[in-house]
């Protein structure tokens, strides 16, 4: 029987445990067997938002999924020269399990704007399925998608997600300014940041 892999892209800065429900969420509902966290570099649009270097947010990443043995941290990534784009990393993931069925894990704002993505069609061709995390309330123009992306309805599945209001960014700014901020994150995931005092300063 073929395997499924989630790819499961994101800065992680940090990781949370609504990061940890919607992976949980994706691997019950889609039947994959492991769900790859893929942890992007600096992004440049993000430069203004504190982010820790990218050895320091793996370590965050590794610490919250290290207990689920579905999850794996990949730093594929950071392994070559950017930028990265999502369809260059399929090629990569293609090459690395020929005999894996590729399910990449998006929100429903990502599917709103895949017409701006680099070489949308390119990354619906080279996956399997698309999974997608939405929201209550999220709309989409499926009539438009269709036009632009032919048969697109085939491989996006639609992801029941719970409605989660956690945000790495407000998990930041409260550790900037001293509120409590312990149970937005998992217990290996708080020990780390408060250890090495990660957020504390915005500048």
């Known amino acids: 029987m073929t395997s499924r892999l989630g790819i499961f892209g994101g800065t992680f800065n940090p990781p949370h445990s609504g990061h940890m429900i919607l992976a949980a969420e994706a691997a019950d509902q889609l039947q994959l067997d492991r769900v790859l966290w893929m942890l992007t570099?600096?992004?440049?649009?993000?430069?203004?938002?504190?982010?820790?270097?990218?050895?320091?947010?793996?370590?965050?990443?590794?610490?919250?999924?290290?207990?689920?043995?579905?999850?794996?941290?990949?730093?594929?990534?950071?392994?070559?020269k950017g930028p990265n784009y999502t369809a260059d990393t399929l090629v990569i993931l293609r090459e690395k399990y020929p005999d894996t069925e590729l399910v990449l894990l998006i929100g429903g704002d990502s599917l709103q704007y895949l017409p701006a993505w680099h070489k949308p069609a390119l990354v619906l061709k080279?996956?399997?399925?698309?999974?997608?995390?939405?929201?209550?309330?999220d709309q989409y123009d499926w009539l438009q998608l269709r036009k632009q992306f032919p048969g697109i309805e085939l491989k996006a599945k639609m992801i029941d997600a719970p409605l989660l209001e956690i945000s790495s960014s407000e998990i930041r700014e409260?550790?900037?300014?001293?509120?409590?901020?312990?149970?937005?994150?998992?217990?290996?995931?708080?020990?780390?940041?408060?250890?090495?005092?990660?957020?504390?300063?915005?500048?």
């Open 41 to 80: 570099p600096n992004p440049p649009h993000k430069q203004n938002n504190h982010i820790l270097a990218y050895e320091e947010r793996a370590a965050l990443v590794q610490a919250c999924i290290g207990n689920e043995p579905k999850f794996e941290l990949s730093m594929i990534e950071n392994e070559r």
């Open 126 to 137: 080279r996956l399997d399925q698309l999974g997608v995390m939405a929201r209550p309330g």
């Open 174 to 203: 409260r550790i900037a300014s001293n509120r409590h901020f312990r149970y937005y994150l998992t217990d290996p995931v708080y020990r780390m940041i408060v250890r090495n005092g990660h957020y504390r300063n915005r500048d």
